[in-house]
């Protein structure tokens, strides 16, 4: 990205939030957790399965 600015049109966006590193397996799994936990459907169900994997 660093190449193409000054020789074609770049454009960028300031984001406030949290940013998720999908291209790697953690990352991926991460944003999953994260997206899961914030719906009341599915949170108590995640935070009692992941409570079977913390200090393990």
Do not use: S, T, W
């Given at each position: 990205?660093?190449?193409?600015?000054?020789?074609?049109?770049?454009?960028?966006?300031?984001?406030?939030?949290?940013?998720?590193?999908?291209?790697?397996?953690?990352?991926?799994?991460?944003?999953?957790?994260?997206?899961?936990?914030?719906?009341?459907?599915?949170?108590?169900?995640?935070?009692?399965f992941?409570?079977?994997?913390?200090?393990?």
């Amino acid at each position: 990205m660093a190449r193409l600015i000054g020789q074609v049109p770049f454009h960028g966006l300031r984001y406030e939030g949290h940013r998720f590193d999908c291209g790697n397996k953690i990352g991926f799994l991460e944003a999953q957790i994260a997206f899961a936990l914030k719906r009341p459907d599915l949170a108590p169900a995640v935070r009692a399965f992941l409570k079977n994997y913390i200090d393990a």
